[in-house]
């Protein structure tokens, strides 16, 4: 079994370098170009069978270009819908507190978001359960930036200060083999 993982196209907030977790935003004119690269991209591997995707405006528009493209139907899971940033949401990257939160397993992000803990649950649920569905098939997932590093630790081991610098760019595409 194989599945790629992909973070949606750039949205505004994105490119502001504006924290976005649960703000419901559509991808700007970049993101829907990356989009359309992704989808290129996708084709060209030949081997996706099935498209998941968080249900946020972001994520489905960028699976509906892959989807288009390859001929497949999207499915949504609320589970893979981005990390709830809390008090953080709509604030700057750099906002005090932020990066150190980010790495606080047992502390909601925010005050009123998300813990790293419950993300993580969020996130090896809906990995469990895809590899049992979907057994000896090929996935594409599509959703997002904190739901992709959580990914990462679920096929690799990740020290803390690995986990906090790693990043997914817009519409890059990894792979993982089960």
């Known amino acids: 079994m194989k599945i790629y ?3 949606h196209g750039q949205t505004d907030y994105n490119k502001d ?9 559509p991808l700007n004119d970049t993101g829907m170009a990356q989009a359309l690269e992704l989808a290129e991209n996708a084709a060209k591997l030949g081997d996706i069978d099935i498209i998941i995707s968080s249900p946020m405006k972001r994520a489905m528009i960028t699976a509906k270009a892959v989807a288009e493209r390859c001929g497949l139907d999207i499915i949504t899971d609320e589970r893979l819908r981005e990390w709830d940033y809390g008090e953080y949401e709509g604030k700057s990257r750099f906002t005090e507190g932020f990066a150190e939160n980010k790495v606080n397993f047992g502390v909601r992000m925010g005050k009123t978001g998300e813990s790293l803990l419950q993300l993580s649950h969020r996130v090896y649920s809906v990995l469990d359960d895809i590899k049992k569905k979907y057994s000896g098939r090929t996935v594409l997932i599509v959703c997002h930036g904190g739901i992709c590093r959580v990914i990462e630790t679920y ?8 986990y906090s610098n790693w990043f997914m760019g817009n519409c890059q595409l990894l792979g993982y083999e089960l």
Do not use: Q
Not at 17 to 25: A, Q
């Open 155 to 162: 096929f690799n081991d990740m020290t803390n200060e690995e």
């Open 17 to 25: 370098e504006i924290i976005l977790g649960v703000t419901d935003l």
């Open 5 to 7: 993982v992909t973070r």
